[in-house]
């Protein structure tokens, strides 16, 4: 099946330092990959829509200028978290529409902010 | 109303009974419905989709009322291995991949 690979699994970070989070999509093309945040308990969260070639739309009340999408080519999208603070723990989790009718997930990056 | 409520539960069932999840949608546009797993600290797994006129795969069937907006999964025959939360996942309208997701139910077998 489909396979999307995100890394790292697990990252803890110093308040104030930048952390890069890659998706990759190893057995088929993904134009369009999406950005999730999940606390603990909750939802899944659309963070972003990453875009191919062009820039990312982000939902409501996320910080574009934060949360900084690069989407350079058909099977790697990144999500950066720039100047990460406590409040910005969670897992981040990147999908993309596979060839059938559903969506992949990575494995999730869990983020701890020190 | 939230875009997509789910019965948080817990739910704790015995092993080989029968277990019904229920989901309601807003967005009536909404036309791609899912129902994912996720267990503890995992990312979310396909499970099925669903489909107007239902569809089944082994113990597990889904079911889908447009009119009503409420999707279901059934899940006969429980093993230990169902335990998970199950995400209903629905779409943001016509030809739109964005998904919402509903908070999740979390089930567990008890052997």
């Known amino acids: 099946g489909a396979v999307v690979s995100q890394h790292p699994s697990r990252v803890i970070c110093k308040s104030g330092t930048s952390v890069k989070i890659e998706c990759r999509s190893l057995?088929?093309?993904?134009?369009?990959m999406f950005w999730y945040r999940q606390f603990p308990k909750k939802s899944l969260m659309l963070m972003a829509t990453s875009n191919e070639g062009s820039k990312a739309t982000y939902e409501q009340g996320v910080e574009k200028d934060k949360f900084l999408i690069n989407h350079a080519s058909l099977t790697l999208s990144t999500l950066t978290v720039t100047s990460a603070h406590p409040e910005d723990s969670s897992f981040y989790i990147c999908s993309a529409r596979d060839w059938g009718d559903g969506y992949t997930f990575g494995s999730g990056t869990r983020l701890t902010v020190v | 109303r939230k875009e997509v409520e789910q019965d948080p539960g817990p739910f704790n069932v015995p092993e080989g009974a029968t277990v019904a999840f229920n989901c309601t949608y807003s967005?009536?546009?909404?036309?791609?419905f899912f129902w994912y797993r996720q267990d503890c600290r995992k990312e979310p797994k396909l499970l099925m989709s669903?489909?107007?006129s239902g569809n089944e795969d082994g113990r597990f069937t889904a079911q889908l009322n447009r009119a009503s907006q409420y999707i279901s999964l059934l899940i006969r025959d429980s093993k230990l291995s169902d335990s998970a939360t199950y995400l209903c996942v629905v779409n943001k309208g016509f030809g739109n991949e964005k998904l919402t997701f509903g908070t999740g139910t979390r089930l567990t077998i008890i052997p």
């Open positions: 967005n009536s546009a909404s036309q791609s």
């Open positions: 057995d088929f093309q993904a134009t369009t």
């Open positions: 669903v489909y107007s």
